[in-house]
């Protein structure tokens, strides 16, 4: 099995910064993948960003230039650095991986997700 573990939410002020983690653990062989996205209360899920294990990046516009998303990949886990936080920004932020399991099956998974609240 495999599991995503996230943490780094939590409630903060309008402007401040928050890192966001989220651990892949379990009979990995290999990653694709591991991304972020956020679901804002009344609203569709929302995608932030993702990296590739090479380290090539894909953010969103609506967060690009204040969010970043880095990967180690010999811990397995993903980052995501948020910076300049708006009320906007408040929603439960969830990791998702496309990986390769050591029964060399590649499936997508997803974490619990993490809240994320910024107050104005």
């Known amino acids: 099995q495999v599991q995503l573990m996230e943490s780094g939410g939590g409630l903060v002020q309008a402007g401040d910064s928050l890192r966001l983690s989220c651990a892949a653990s379990?009979?990995?062989?290999?990653?694709?993948?591991m991304g972020w996205y956020r679901q804002a209360p009344g609203k569709q899920r929302e995608f932030c960003a993702f990296i590739t294990s090479g380290g090539s990046t894909n953010i969103a516009d609506s967060v690009k230039g204040r969010f970043t998303i880095s990967l180690d990949n010999a811990k397995n886990t993903v980052y995501l650095q948020m910076n300049s936080l708006q009320p906007e920004d408040t929603a439960v932020y969830s990791c998702?991986?496309?990986?390769?399991?050591?029964?060399?099956?590649?499936?997508?998974?997803w974490g619990q997700g993490t809240r994320v609240t910024v107050s104005s």
């Open positions: 998702n991986a496309v990986l390769v399991t050591s029964n060399y099956i590649t499936r997508d998974y």
């Open positions: 379990g009979r990995i062989f290999s990653i694709n993948t």
